[in-house]
């Protein structure tokens, strides 16, 4: 695990066996084989996870996600078994985990982050203002942070170890690592997902401008989507009618995070390798509020 991430241990529940936390997820092992995946209130930036978390953001990833997998259950199967505790362990689940954690199936996972960009910004930017390209898809020159393009654009990356960054590689690469017939599938069904989440979002006057998703097999080779999958920590959603190409968009995301670590009230140098400073409180509640509104605006339901 790399230094800095600072990932405070897992809660301990009994009949389930902790086998592994990231920088949001607790992953644990349930006696039948599945998995049991509990979503904390822990928020990152800059690849750091924050010593203050955000009061109901677990929730609201698992509520969202589960939304998601039943807006998508047509195109592609997912990795949830239940949204309801095993009496194994329902009893010893501690009641400040209880409404963030899903029983899942367990995957053999594909070593690729399928992002999707139908807006470029972030690093499919960065890339583009280098070379024109975005993981070796040609773009059109003149293009600006937020601009639309033509048509979304598979970009794929490598998935890092904890703590480190993915690395953005071309289609081939990934033809290579894992073959040409589940490169495809892999692509087509990113590309299927966002088209139809992006027709959702739209209608309630979000933009999702990006998004990236996992992908696993079942032991007899089906493809199932797992992870989490359109929240606003795995996407980028933008209010529609402040959408404005040519500067850097507000988003539904922890973004007032990001704002205030870089800023002078901070007092944090990104650069000296020290954790950050704890968050005030009134970036901690405005956090929050992006992301209910964002989960309230696109799934209809109030929290």
Request: net charge negative; glycine share 8%; proline share 8%.
């Amino acid at each position: 695990m790399s230094v800095g991430l600072n990932i405070p241990p897992a809660p301990a529940i009994p009949g389930a066996e902790h086998i592994h936390s990231g920088k949001v997820r607790d992953l644990y092992r349930l006696d039948d084989g599945t998995l049991l995946m509990v979503a904390s209130d822990r928020i990152s930036a800059y690849d750091f996870v924050l010593s203050t978390p955000i009061p109901d953001k677990g929730e609201i990833l698992t509520r969202m996600s589960s939304w998601w997998f039943e807006q998508l259950a047509d195109l592609v199967p997912n990795h949830v078994v239940s949204t309801e505790l095993p009496q194994s362990v329902a009893e010893s689940v501690p009641s400040d985990l209880r409404g963030r954690a899903v029983v899942c199936e367990a995957l053999d996972m594909y070593p690729v982050e399928c992002v999707v960009r139908g807006y470029l910004t972030g690093s499919g930017l960065a890339d583009y203002r280098s070379a024109g390209e975005v993981c070796g898809v040609a773009l059109p020159p003149g293009l600006e942070d937020g601009s639309r393009l033509e048509s979304p654009i598979f970009t794929p990356a490598t998935k890092a170890e904890l703590g480190d960054h993915d690395e953005n590689v071309s289609y081939d690469a990934v033809a290579l690592q894992i073959g040409a017939e589940r490169a495809a599938e892999l692509r087509d069904l990113t590309l299927s997902v966002y088209t139809r989440a992006e027709a959702v979002a739209h209608g309630r006057g979000i933009i999702l401008a990006d998004t990236k998703l996992e992908f696993g097999a079942r032991p007899d080779g089906t493809t199932v989507l797992g992870d989490e999958v359109l929240t606003p920590d795995s996407s980028r959603f933008w209010p529609a009618d402040l959408w404005q190409p040519g500067r850097a968009q507000r988003s539904y995301d922890k973004q007032f995070v990001r704002d205030w670590l870089t800023s002078p009230a901070s007092g944090w140098d990104r650069s000296s390798g020290q954790a950050p400073p704890p968050l005030p409180v009134e970036v901690v509640e405005r956090t929050r509020a992006k992301y209910v509104e964002a989960y309230e605006r696109l799934t209809g339901e109030s929290f």
